[in-house]
């Protein structure tokens, strides 16, 4: 079956469980599921990462990219976490499979807000692939802000981010079909805001020039607001077992 354009999803598939029913898992995702997969462990082992390497795959999906990084890494060393538990499910069940989850023992979480405060261990490598491509400029500053204090001693974040020349309005509200376009000083502002010092890498092959940034947590932590200190209410649902 012909995939539908860009264009087409971003006008007729739907945000959230509902979507994730209509369109099925991987094109809930994107599609491009073998190359944008591969993209993503090529690109983090070019960036060093080590099989003993604690990662975590913040937007996780169905492991598009999990079951690459998955399979690399050494048993419980994969952190992965989206809203949608059904997406983490079939990426369990049908993508990763039985064995690999035994053998591997990946942790995936269902988080609503960001509740980083419930991984496992803090990771070395956080990675964001195709997250804030689909989120209002709030929303992507709580991730970074809760993100930057359950990081590793010496970690690292690798966020993509979709770029415009001139600050554009977005949509009001998240939505995984919508594009998201920032300006390379919004995305450095934003991670500034948070406690980070942000580096545009820019380019990186993504076939749809979605580019990337390179973070660590800046030595001086700013004092955060309230509401990114606010830990979300909304109950969460593990799926790690
Ligand atoms: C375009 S998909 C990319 C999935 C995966 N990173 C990949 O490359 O295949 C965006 C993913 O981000 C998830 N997502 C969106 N907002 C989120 C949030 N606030 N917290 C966790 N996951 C979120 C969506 O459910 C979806 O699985």
Known sequence: ????????????????PEGVRQAGHREYVGGLW??????????LRGRGL??????????????????????????ERYTGVDKEPDLLRVGA???LGATLMAVKRPVLLALADFEFDRLPA????AWAHSL????????IRRCLAKLRPVMASGGVLYATFGECDEPKDNPP????????????????????ATGWRVEHLGKWGHPRGHRMLRAVPSPQSPVL????????AAPSLTTED
Do not use: W
């Open 173 to 192: 509200e998240p939505h995984d079909h919508r594009l998201f376009e920032y300006t390379s000083a919004e995305m450095g502002d934003a991670g500034r």
């Open 50 to 75: 080590r099989r003993d390497h604690r990662l975590l795959d913040v937007g996780c999906g169905p492991l598009r990219g999990g079951v690459h990084m998955i399979r690399y890494l050494d048993a």
């Open 93 to 95: 069940e049908q993508e």
């Open 225 to 232: 607001s309230g509401r990114n200190r606010r830990r979300a």
């Open 34 to 43: 073998d190359e944008v997969g591969r993209l993503q462990l090529r690109f």
């Open 1 to 16: 079956m012909k995939r539908p354009t860009d264009a087409e999803v971003r006008r007729t598939y739907l945000h959230g």
């Open 132 to 139: 804030f491509t689909h989120l209002p400029m709030e929303h």
């Open 122 to 125: 803090p990771p070395d490598i």
